[in-house]
């Protein structure tokens, strides 16, 4: 089949944990004699230094036309004082609304090689295996009015939290149909006992509940979900939640798998005639200009999104679980980054890559 993919490095270990996840992309099109067509484009501080804007309108027209977005990371210290639409994440929130991408998928998963990893203990992170879908086009993010008005003592700043109906209920009905995939249990995240906006999102989220009667679901509080990530991990399956709140607690996953750099993302949008999903994936970690250009990098968690795009955008599912499985076999291996503390020297970003790039070459050889 053809792959059609918009490779975006972005900033910092961006385009180095995108080489390399490029690298695995490559070995898949060849195992699978796929038509493997890249183009390449500019968002974030990168773009504003070639185009003066975090999205150039290029970037958008390459997007639109692409089957798949592969995103490395976005943001630089330089730009911490820019004003909000000259700042590199401007441009990330610019392509997920032009790609009306509007479910963001972030498993979280225990590997057995990565428990002595986790500052937790090994019996709470041990299988662990959850998916957080996070609400990615409304809440405080996105709504209006926004904005710094006034001088002195009369400065004031507001953001608007805002969620209609539809934007709750679609984003629900991905949360069910993952459950249905999986161990048919959904956990609904909000902050109902305070925000008005929660409460709507409460019910909403009930009522779609009665469309899945072989689902079940439950409610949490945002503050007691945040505690119950780090006390007891494995009682999640899916996690549902709002903008803000989704973003906060993926981050808070990375201590269960050991490493920011290990966790994928895919953001989801609606299906293509072929039944394929309008997707683009990143890595959750950001651009980490301060070991940037060093060559130690994780690009597992970006290898990790090549394996969701597989899945989720060409419907290559056995291709993605043999990418999975080449990402385990490395861990096992022990030829890993720093931030993974490996028992030996620590592995380069491109040894990394290669070594998962030859692993899952190994398996479909044999296959």
Known sequence: MDLNVL???????????TREAVKVLRSVASAGNHRLRLSEGLLGGAAIHQTGTPFPDETREKALQADATLLGAVGLPEFDDAPPEKRP?????????????????????????????????NELVDGTD??????????????????????????????????????????????????RKRRKKVTSVDKSNVLENSQLWRRVVTEM????????????????????????????????????????L????????????MLPSASIGSRRPSG???????????SAPDIAGQNK?????????????????????????????????????GRVTGD???????????????AVAAAFSAHTATA
């Open 276 to 286: 394929a999903w309008t997707g683009l994936y990143e890595p959750v970690h950001g």
């Open 89 to 121: 994440e401007r441009g990330l929130l610019g392509i997920r609304k032009a790609l009306e991408v509007y479910a963001n998928l972030r498993p979280v998963r225990s590997y057995k090689a990565l428990v002595d990893s986790s500052p937790l203990k």
């Open 209 to 248: 509940a009665a469309n899945y009667p072989d689902v079940t679901l439950n409610h949490i509080l945002v503050d007691n979900c945040a505690m119950q990530l780090v006390l007891n991990p494995k009682r999640f399956d899916v996690v549902l939640t709002e903008n803000l709140f989704g973003d906060i």
């Open 340 to 354: 993974l503390k490996p028992f030996g020297p620590p592995a380069t970003t491109s040894e990394v890559g290669d």
């Open 250 to 261: 993926s981050d808070e996953g990375a201590v269960l798998a050991g490493s920011i750099g």
């Open 7 to 17: 490779i975006l490095p972005g900033d910092g270990i961006g385009v180095e944990v």
């Open 130 to 179: 959850m998916i957080i879908v996070r609400e990615l086009t409304g809440g405080l993010y996105y709504g209006t009015p926004r904005g710094i008005s006034g001088t002195g003592p009369e400065e004031r700043a507001v953001n608007t939290m805002v969620y209609t109906r539809p934007e709750i209920e679609r984003v629900a009905r991905m949360a069910f149909e993952l459950a």
């Open 297 to 333: 990098a994780n690009p597992l968690g970006a290898i990790g999104s090549v394996a969701a795009m597989l899945e989720y955008s060409f419907g290559l599912t056995q291709e993605a679980q043999t990418v999975y499985g080449a990402i385990e076999a490395v861990l096992n291996s």
